[in-house]
Protein backbone atom coordinates (compact mmCIF):
# COMPACT_ATOMS: atom_id res chain seq x y z
CA UNK A 1 0.00 0.00 0.00
CA UNK A 2 1.12 3.06 -0.87
CA UNK A 3 0.61 5.79 1.97
CA UNK A 4 2.01 9.29 0.82
CA UNK A 5 1.53 12.66 2.03
CA UNK A 6 -1.63 14.64 0.27
CA UNK A 7 0.05 17.81 0.52
CA UNK A 8 3.38 17.53 -0.32
CA UNK A 9 4.09 13.65 -1.39
CA UNK A 10 6.17 12.33 1.31
CA UNK A 11 6.49 8.70 1.54
CA UNK A 12 8.73 8.60 4.43
CA UNK A 13 8.81 11.05 7.20
CA UNK A 14 5.16 10.04 8.53
CA UNK A 15 3.70 9.24 11.80
CA UNK A 16 0.87 7.48 12.61
CA UNK A 17 -1.75 7.27 16.18
CA UNK A 18 -4.35 4.64 15.88
CA UNK A 19 -7.59 5.41 16.69
CA UNK A 20 -10.08 2.61 16.70
CA UNK A 21 -11.54 3.21 12.69
CA UNK A 22 -8.69 5.16 11.89
CA UNK A 23 -5.19 6.17 11.94
CA UNK A 24 -4.55 9.87 12.03
CA UNK A 25 -0.98 10.41 10.06
CA UNK A 26 1.31 13.38 10.41
CA UNK A 27 4.01 14.68 7.71
CA UNK A 28 7.49 15.33 9.21
CA UNK A 29 8.53 17.09 6.13
CA UNK A 30 5.59 19.54 5.73
CA UNK A 31 3.30 19.34 8.85
CA UNK A 32 0.49 18.24 7.48
CA UNK A 33 -2.14 15.78 9.40
CA UNK A 34 -5.30 13.82 8.27
CA UNK A 35 -7.32 11.01 8.97
CA UNK A 36 -6.34 7.33 7.36
CA UNK A 37 -9.59 5.28 7.17
CA UNK A 38 -8.84 1.36 7.77
CA UNK A 39 -11.71 0.11 5.33
CA UNK A 40 -10.22 -1.70 2.79
CA UNK A 41 -10.64 0.19 -0.67
CA UNK A 42 -10.06 -0.11 -4.01
CA UNK A 43 -6.74 2.26 -4.51
CA UNK A 44 -7.87 3.39 -8.10
CA UNK A 45 -11.20 3.00 -8.01
CA UNK A 46 -12.20 3.91 -4.05
CA UNK A 47 -14.92 0.76 -4.24
CA UNK A 48 -15.27 -1.12 -0.97
CA UNK A 49 -16.43 -4.28 -3.15
CA UNK A 50 -13.60 -6.54 -2.73
CA UNK A 51 -13.01 -10.32 -2.60
CA UNK A 52 -10.14 -11.81 -0.84
CA UNK A 53 -8.39 -14.28 -2.82
CA UNK A 54 -4.85 -16.69 -2.37
CA UNK A 55 -2.11 -15.31 -4.31
CA UNK A 56 0.52 -18.54 -5.00
CA UNK A 57 4.25 -17.35 -3.52
CA UNK A 58 6.51 -19.22 -6.19
CA UNK A 59 9.74 -20.68 -6.06
CA UNK A 60 12.54 -21.91 -8.20
CA UNK A 61 12.82 -25.64 -7.17
CA UNK A 62 15.27 -28.17 -9.39
CA UNK A 63 16.39 -27.03 -12.92
CA UNK A 64 13.48 -24.97 -14.20
CA UNK A 65 10.75 -25.84 -12.07
CA UNK A 66 8.26 -23.82 -9.97
CA UNK A 67 6.51 -24.66 -7.02
CA UNK A 68 4.09 -23.43 -5.01
CA UNK A 69 5.54 -22.80 -1.32
CA UNK A 70 2.52 -20.80 -0.36
CA UNK A 71 -0.30 -18.06 -0.34
CA UNK A 72 -1.13 -14.80 0.47
CA UNK A 73 -4.65 -13.63 0.59
CA UNK A 74 -4.69 -10.11 -1.13
CA UNK A 75 -8.19 -8.15 -2.48
CA UNK A 76 -9.07 -7.65 -5.76
CA UNK A 77 -11.74 -5.24 -6.65
CA UNK A 78 -14.79 -6.35 -8.11
CA UNK A 79 -14.67 -3.79 -10.75
CA UNK A 80 -11.61 -2.89 -11.62
CA UNK A 81 -10.11 -6.52 -11.06
CA UNK A 82 -13.19 -8.37 -12.55
CA UNK A 83 -11.04 -10.51 -15.21
CA UNK A 84 -8.60 -11.59 -12.47
CA UNK A 85 -11.33 -12.99 -10.41
CA UNK A 86 -13.24 -14.67 -12.89
CA UNK A 87 -10.08 -16.34 -13.79
CA UNK A 88 -9.54 -16.54 -9.91
CA UNK A 89 -12.82 -18.18 -9.35
CA UNK A 90 -12.67 -20.59 -12.66
CA UNK A 91 -9.39 -22.88 -11.64
CA UNK A 92 -10.83 -23.17 -7.58
CA UNK A 93 -9.35 -24.97 -5.57
CA UNK A 94 -6.30 -23.69 -7.18
CA UNK A 95 -4.58 -20.12 -5.43
CA UNK A 96 -4.27 -17.42 -8.51
CA UNK A 97 -1.11 -17.33 -9.96
CA UNK A 98 1.51 -14.25 -9.46
CA UNK A 99 1.71 -11.87 -13.18
CA UNK A 100 5.06 -12.15 -12.33
CA UNK A 101 6.42 -16.05 -12.43
CA UNK A 102 10.40 -15.96 -11.50
CA UNK A 103 12.74 -16.07 -14.46
CA UNK A 104 16.03 -18.16 -14.50
CA UNK A 105 19.01 -16.72 -14.99
CA UNK A 106 20.30 -18.53 -18.58
CA UNK A 107 23.79 -18.49 -17.32
CA UNK A 108 22.36 -20.15 -13.82
CA UNK A 109 21.68 -23.80 -16.03
CA UNK A 110 24.66 -24.39 -18.24
Given at each position: MDI?C????E???L????HD??I??????????W?????????????????A??????E????????????R????????D???????????P???MP???????S????
Amino acid sequence: MDIRCPSCGETDDLRGYRHDDRIDVTCGSCGASWARDLSPHCDRCGSTALQAVHLAILEKSRGTQLSVVGTRVIDLCETCDSETLGRYYANLPNPLMPDEIPTFDSEEHR
